[in-house]
């Protein structure tokens, strides 16, 4: 049930690989990584998932206490980096899926703004794969966080 | 020859637009000449230059309609 | 809001590190798990959420198909040591905090039998924590798993 | 002086039970002696020794009632 590492179908098919779209308006609900979890349950080759969620602080800065973040995108092109992230990362680690969704517009302090998901038949490459993967997208996706602060200024955000 | 350029996050907030059509563009350096004279704050801040959705390192010529973007420090996630 | 690496105290009090119940009867159901990403949105000084689930895998043996696994063990012994762990990890990584379940009882192939959940100001102790404790956990507890097959015969499962 | 015994996992297969109070037993050596004449299988099988739930290495002395754990190999998670 497991790909083939370097090889480009996977156990669900092509479908798995295709660009899928990241994005989506606002804070990703608890609720939404539940259903992504239970969906997996069908898949009784998976015996590790491994999951990041980012969630936006209420930082103290110069400025202010942050109360939001409002993030916007350069989609097509993190679309397209995505994609090539995600076919490396298939490549180099013997997953049976990955799941990666950001949010686009105004995410409120304490609220989930990342959420990426990897499952493998061993949890060793579920982890590794997720470490990664956040890694490379924090680095590589064109997209931006405008940290909204109490008194309504704001500062961009800088990552570390 | 048309370049659109697109402007994201900080750098918006200097050029006060998120898009700019400019005509008769030969290659990238020129370019940006054109954007520092247009805003010289734009000079001082850190930016990438991507052309069609891919990031190109130094000066490259533009032939054709071309899409620019120019891209502050990321921070997603 | 962090809690300092090497004190025994952290942002939630001492009540966080007291010994904690990780076992429950059955699988972890999905619901479950959202209700503990919920109850952390108004934790705002947590940037990073690190999760690891371990899924009963239907592996083909020698003896058939795994149905189910059977989960026992040595509670009071794994309380113990479980909460030596905790306090490793605590003293090693500046976690806001962490949360693990693991199932007793059978649980269907398909279903989560382990939760693993760290949270930080920032992603990399949380991961790591994340994975450090899972690698503990499954050295460490008095745990076993029987796999049930299909077909009513069992063997005891094997730790990689 | 008694020793409760309990015995986990596939070493309770061989046992055919998960619990055994011992009397006059000195040291483990010698409980493992006499566990292995009442259960020949036990021998051949690997597995650790916990007293009062913490897990030991070599012969130890039973001084007073002792909790005596019989660890398989761990598999959860």
Not at chain 1, 82 to 110: N, W
Not at chain 2, 22 to 37: A, G, N, R, V, Y
Not at chain 2, 42 to 57: F, G, R
Request: hydrophobic letters at 40%.
């Amino acid at each position: 049930m497991e790909s083939p590492v370097g090889k480009k179908i996977n156990s669900s098919g092509m479908s798995e690989r295709k660009p899928k779209n990241i994005f989506q308006q606002g804070a990703i609900p608890a609720t939404f990584i539940a259903e992504s979890i239970q969906k997996h349950s069908s898949q009784t080759a998976i015996g590790g998932h491994s999951i990041f969620l980012g969630q936006v602080r209420a930082d103290e800065t110069e400025n202010g206490k942050v109360k939001s973040i409002d993030f916007t995108a350069f989609e097509d092109m993190a679309q397209e980096k995505m994609h090539l992230i995600r076919e490396d990362i298939f490549a180099k680690y013997p997953l049976t899926c990955m799941h990666v969704h950001h949010s686009l517009g105004e995410v409120q302090a304490g609220e989930i703004c990342l959420f990426v998901f990897t499952s493998s038949a061993h949890r060793k490459a579920a982890m590794d794969a997720c470490e990664e993967t956040v890694e490379r997208l924090k680095a590589e996706l064109p997209v931006w966080g405008r940290e909204i602060m109490e008194n309504e200024s704001h500062q961009w955000k800088v990552n570390k | 020859m048309q370049v659109q350029v697109m402007i994201f996050g900080q750098l918006a907030d200097i050029t006060g637009t998120s898009e700019l059509i400019l005509h008769d563009i030969p290659d990238t350096d020129t370019l940006q000449e054109t954007l520092h004279k247009l805003y010289p704050a734009l000079a001082n801040t850190k930016y990438a230059i991507a052309m069609n959705k891919k990031t190109i390192q130094g000066n490259t010529i533009l032939t054709g309609d071309t899409n620019i973007a120019l891209l502050p420090p990321f921070s997603g996630g």
